[in-house]
Structure formats: C-alpha cells, structure tokens
C-alpha cells in the first residue's frame, strides 16, 4: 500500500460517521463538477485490447469522479472474451470471480437460456432485475468490488440500464438522516437467507452483514438488493425508514441516475454501482449477449486518498 492510500482506513474515513467536518469536505468535492447525464460518463474508443493511454485517461477520470464510465468501441458483435479481460487488466483488476455459472474464461455470459441449470436464474432470463449491487450475497471476504459489462449483441427491444454511484446514494441518505448510515452500517442491516439445493444440502451459507462497509482502505462498499423475497430484513423503526427513502430514491427521477442502452461494443467499467435491467425481447438476429466480469479487487487509481485533498 502506498503512503497516498495509507491517508484513510476504516476509522479516519469521511464515510464514517465521526468525521463530519472531514464528510463535508469530502462531500463538496465529490458533488463539484459531477457529470449531469449519462452522455458525461461515454468515452469512444478503438479497441478494449490495446486501449491507448489517452482513452485509459478519460475512463479513469470519470470513474474517479462518478465510480463508473461508459465506452463505445469499434469491436461490434465482436465475442472475443479477451475484450472485457484486457479492459479490466489495464484497470489493474486481477481477481476475477469465476463462479460456478461462469465460462471457462472466468467471465458470464448473461443471455437467455432455455436448458441447463442457468435457465432457473433471473440473469439468464429476459425478466426485469430490480435495483442491486453485484455479490450482494456473497460472504464478507468475498465481496465484489468491481463490475465490468461488455456488450457484443443487444435486444430486439428493451434491456436498458439505469446506474447510480453507491457514493452518491450515501450522500442522499446522510443528508436526510444520519442515523439512516448508522442503521445501514449494522452487522445485520440486510441477511441474505442460505440457499438449499434441491437434495437439503446447503449450497450458500446465510450472509447477514451490513449494507454501507468502509474498508479498511477509507473506501465506501455497498452491498445490496431491493428485492422483498429471500431478503431478511430488520424491524427496528430507523432500519425501516433509512430502507424505505432508499427505494424512494431509486424509484425517482433523480439526476444522479443515468439510464440508457448499451449497444455493441459499448461497455461499463465501474467499482459495482448500483444498477438494474429492464425486460427485453429478442428475436432471430438480435439475442441478447452481454460479457459480465467480476472482481474482488477493485479499479486501480480510484480510491479516495489516491482522488480527494482532504
């Protein structure tokens, strides 16, 4: 760790809720010159494989300020799984989660499948997918810290995307109440219940935990679904109505989502914002292909000691 990322850790963070003249000045950084529509996160570029350093730039800017960007490349319907690995390897990510639904090259491939185990998963469906950080429920020393899309082929219709900064949701919620941080940062602020295959065994662990983690970095994690079912949440008062104004935001026309479609040879590079998909519809020329890569690391040159004078 260098002694710029040595600034902050878990205690002296302005995401934690003791430091409030530090949040302020944190807050008024992050919030000045923040990008306005989804256009602000775009950069065009040739190739994902041989990225220049001038693209590289321009990506990484707007993930230092927004946490995500947007390309358009010149790859098209291109399926070569090395687009989406070289994007991330440039942005220092190396621990790619290779779970089980995964292809052999570590990455998802998120399309409609009508056979096999995929076809019982939402993600593999063209059903809608309600607002949600990638990993939600994976177990503390695995959480996803960076998610990378890359689209080789779009729907016939639908499937597109709304994104919002985890940083900017903790902006809203902390100016509202604060309290509403301190129940979200609880040990069981949301469980996710253990999940039993079809023989009793237990396939997943129940992972309750918190839904705002400041790392040990100084950096703000945020894990969370806003699915009602196989959700275990707490009863407490706070709890409910720090729960219920998240939704709200998300369910409103803030400025700080951004919704669009992504078409081919376009992608996202993010550190796991909060994002949904809508329903789409294919048909015999347009089936729906999108790369997924996640990772347990997250992108190089993004943290806050490495971004904000504070």
Not at 16 to 26: G, K, M, S, T
Not at 33 to 44: A, F, I, M, R
Not at 107 to 126: A, C, E, H, K
Not at 153 to 165: I, K, R, S, V, Y
Request: proline letters at 5%.
């Amino acid at each position: 760790m260098t002694s710029a990322q040595q600034k902050f850790n878990a205690v002296s963070s302005p995401f934690n809720l003791d430091n409030d003249d530090l949040y302020q000045r944190w807050r008024d950084q992050k919030l000045e010159g923040y990008p306005t529509g989804l256009g602000d996160l775009l950069v065009e570029i040739n190739d994902p494989r041989t990225l220049t350093e001038s693209e590289h730039a321009a990506l990484l800017q707007r993930c230092r300020k927004a946490n995500m960007a947007l390309y358009a490349s010149n790859t098209g319907t291109d399926t070569d799984p090395e687009i989406p690995l070289a994007m991330a390897r440039r942005f220092g990510l190396q621990q790619l989660n290779k779970n089980w639904l995964a292809d052999d090259s570590g990455l998802t491939s998120l399309t409609v499948r009508d056979d096999g185990v995929r076809q019982n998963y939402i993600p593999f469906s063209n059903r809608a997918i309600n607002w949600h950080t990638d990993g939600y429920y994976n177990s503390a020393e695995r959480q996803i810290h960076a998610l990378n899309l890359h689209v080789t082929q779009q729907a016939a219709t639908g499937g597109e995307n709304a994104l919002m900064d985890h940083e900017i949701a903790y902006i809203l919620l902390r100016d509202k109440n604060p309290e509403y941080i301190r129940a979200l940062m609880g040990p069981r602020a949301m469980t996710i219940p253990a999940r039993i295959d079809e023989g009793g065994t237990v396939a997943r662990q129940e992972e309750p935990g918190p839904i705002f983690i400041v790392m040990p970095s100084g950096d703000l994690h945020m894990r969370y679904t806003i699915r009602v079912n196989n959700v275990i949440w707490p009863e407490d008062a706070v709890s409910q109505e720090a729960l219920a104004y998240l939704e709200e935001i998300l369910g409103s026309d803030s400025p700080y989502i951004y919704r669009g479609r992504l078409e081919s040879g376009m992608g996202l590079v993010s550190n796991n914002v909060l994002h949904d998909r809508a329903a789409f519809t294919d048909d015999a020329t347009h089936k729906r292909h999108y790369y997924r890569a996640r990772y347990f690391d997250r992108l190089a040159g993004t943290g806050i000691a490495e971004i904000y004078d504070l």
